[in-house]
Structures are given as C-alpha cells and as structure tokens.
C-alpha cells in the first residue's frame, strides 16, 4: 500500500492522493479509460463501487478526485460543461431564492440565471462584488452569493476572503467561479469559499478539444445534494472525455507558467502602443485589483482585455491576425482573440454591456504557449 502523501500543486496535476488509484491492476502509467455504461454485481445487494456510469464511472472519478485534491476539496463533481456544472448547481435553490451575482459574469450565466433560474423563481441582484456594499442587498430570500474573479472579460478582482466573511456571517453560500486562474493560480475554497465552479474545457483540459465542468465543495452536505442531483439529471462527464482532461491537467503548471510569461510579455507591448487606450490584466500595479490578487492568487493568469481607439480598428485587428484565431474561448495553448462585444456577451442587452465596460472597442486575448515573438509580430502586422 503507497503512503498518502502531502503533495504540492504540480504534482498532484499527476497523481490522485487518494491512495492506490493512479493505477489500475495493469500498472498503466495513464488511467484506463473505462468505457462501459453499466457494470456487473458480484452479487446481490453486492457493488464494485461502480453500476452505471451516470452515477460513477473510475475515469471520470479518477478526474475528480484529482480536481479536488488541485482545489484542496471535500468532493469535486465532473460535468460534461462549464454550464452542465453551473445548471446542476442552480437545483440546489427553491422558487422563491435569491442570489447576490457579481455583474461582470461569462455571458453564458447570466444567460442561464435570467432564462432558465428566472423561470423557476430564483431572483437575482447584479453587484460589483469588488467595490459595492455587498450587505446592503441581503433580503430574508437571500441564499448565496456568486462571483468570478477576476471577471470576464474586464478583469476586475473580488477579495474572496471579504466576501467569505460576509457569508458566513449571514449564513449563505458563497460560489467562486475560478475558470480565469485554474487551481494553479487560486484556490477559493482555501479562502472561505464553499463551492468553486470551473469550466474545465478551459485551463483545466487546455486544449480546445473537450468541454467539460466541475464542481468542487467543502462539505459532505453539498456533496450528498450533488451527486443527487447528477445522477437524477444525468449531466456527468462521459469516460473519454474525462481522460482527455485528465491528460491536460498533467501539464497545467507548465502552461499556466508558459502563458502567463506570454501575457505579461504581451500586457507591456500594448502598454506601449499607442492606438491602445487601456489594458486591464490584475497584474499591472495600478490595476485596482493588483494587492487583492498578489493576496489570494499566485499568479495572475494568461488573460487579458484591451481597449484600442475606435470599433473600425477593433475589426481591423480581428480580421488581420493571421496566428492568432479569432474564435470564442480561452485557456488553451493556441492564443485567442476574442469579441465580447458579438461573442461572449451577445445576448446581453446593450445597457447591461454598458454599465460593465463591455464596448465595441474592447478585444480579449487568451494567450497561449506559442513563441512570444510570433505572437507579438501577429500582435503588429494586424494593428
Ligand atoms: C466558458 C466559461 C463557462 C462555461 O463553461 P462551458 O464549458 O463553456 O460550458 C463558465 N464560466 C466561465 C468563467 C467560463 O469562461
């Protein structure tokens, strides 16, 4: 029997501390993918541990148990997407609840709290969750409160430890989406948070090959309602695609590094620039959100959003890179421009892009792993 031992962030990319399950009987160095959907009892009211692989599967367990060893977890659940794991986690409220949201969320949440949770009479109150008096919108309905941070696309940073106190006291749940940084950068559950979102198709898989989601949660109590609820509803993550994301967390800490070194490199070009009005990334020193995450982040990410000088130039640019790919996304290792404006944040009204800053002159770029100089050059001939 191996030892279970304490490892450190970049190791547990490759091993499960839970102990004996990084290998099978065989010895295969990487995790069988099990795909069966049922599986055979020993005998009555007998169980390998494993009956049909909507309520468990070993791959897709094997993933979790690494997502929630990365996030420092009582139990990680693996959804098939960022938003399977998020609409999971909505049937944990009743009609009649009400979330305090940060304002500056993935298009694709709100898109889900004010069609699908509005519906079923869950109401929603949009906050700066970094700077508004987050108390002063607490009502008896008030059950949890939601943030990203940093936010997409705008970047702005939410300190999770304030935020954390202020749940704890008012007795709500507090949800990080963590997609931005990964478990690499942040770890909110250390932070106070009880629930931490990941869209796992972004850092987590790292390749723009496989959508998938995760949940992870600090109690035995959320984990009972969850594993419930994915097994009533049936949105787990399917066994190939579980070792597809397995195999891209073994090298998150070389990516997360890698691109980030790209981001900071690309950060100080445009600052440079001068058709280019701001640059929002946390780690520059006059961001608002530089102390806050140099406190709760260990690093500061590969994303970043930019503001050039007219909405004809922000076409220019996305109709001239030639490296880099305009397309929705982020966190793999091919960079990414991207378009709030028509992309991310399409279905939101114009007043609501407004008061968050989301402008026709505003681009996102998720950077990747290429050489920096190429990137740059791409950066230039399209400007
Ligand atoms: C992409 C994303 C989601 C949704 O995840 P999918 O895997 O695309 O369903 C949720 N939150 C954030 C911050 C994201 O970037």
Request: aromatic share 10%.
């Amino acid at each position: 029997m191996k030892l279970k031992m304490n490892y450190k962030l970049a190791t547990k990319c490759l091993y499960s501390d839970k102990e004996g399950t990084s290998c099978d009987k065989s010895g295969a160095i990487s995790f069988p993918i099990y795909q069966s959907a049922t599986f055979a009892h020993p005998g009555v009211g007998n169980s390998t541990g494993y009956d049909y692989s909507r309520l468990q599967n070993p791959t897709r367990e094997h993933l979790e148990d690494i997502v929630c060893s990365l996030e420092s977890g009582y139990d990680a659940l693996a959804f098939s997407s960022g938003m399977a794991a998020i609409s999971a986690l909505m049937e944990i409220f009743s009609p009649g609840d009400h979330i305090i949201s940060g304002n500056d969320l993935y298009g694709g949440s709100i898109r889900l709290f004010d069609n699908i949770n509005h519906k079923n009479q869950i109401t929603f109150d949009y906050i700066d969750t970094g700077n508004d008096d987050i108390e002063s919108y607490i009502t008896p309905s008030t059950k949890a409160i939601y943030v990203e941070t940093p936010t997409n696309p705008m970047m702005n940073v939410t300190d999770i430890v304030k935020v954390a106190a202020i749940a704890k006291k008012h007795n709500l749940l507090f949800i990080v989406d963590n997609t931005f940084l990964s478990p690499y950068f942040q770890n909110p559950l250390v932070l106070g948070a009880d629930i931490v979102i990941h869209s796992g198709t972004k850092f987590l898989g790292g390749h723009n090959d496989t959508l998938a989601g995760f949940l992870v949660v600090n109690s035995a109590e959320l984990s009972e309602k969850l594993r419930f609820i994915i097994k009533t509803i049936g949105s787990g993550l399917a066994p190939f695609d579980s070792w597809l994301i397995l195999r891209g967390i073994k090298t998150l800490s070389i990516r997360m590094e890698r691109q980030q070194k790209n981001a900071i490199k690309i950060v100080a070009w445009l600052q440079t620039n001068e058709k280019v009005k701001n640059v929002y990334y946390p780690g520059l020193p006059d961001h608002p959100g530089y102390e806050i995450s140099k406190k709760q982040s260990r690093g500061f990410g590969s994303m970043l959003t930019f503001e050039v000088e007219t909405s004809d130039l922000a076409l220019k640019i996305l109709s001239s890179v030639q490296l880099i790919h305009f397309a929705e996304s982020l966190g793999g290792v091919e960079t990414l421009i991207t378009y709030p404006m028509t992309q991310t944040h399409a279905d939101l009204s114009q007043e609501k892009r407004e008061e968050t800053g989301i402008t026709p002159t505003i681009l996102r770029l998720s950077v990747g792993i290429e050489d920096i100089d190429d990137l740059i050059y791409d950066l230039s001939q399209a400007f």
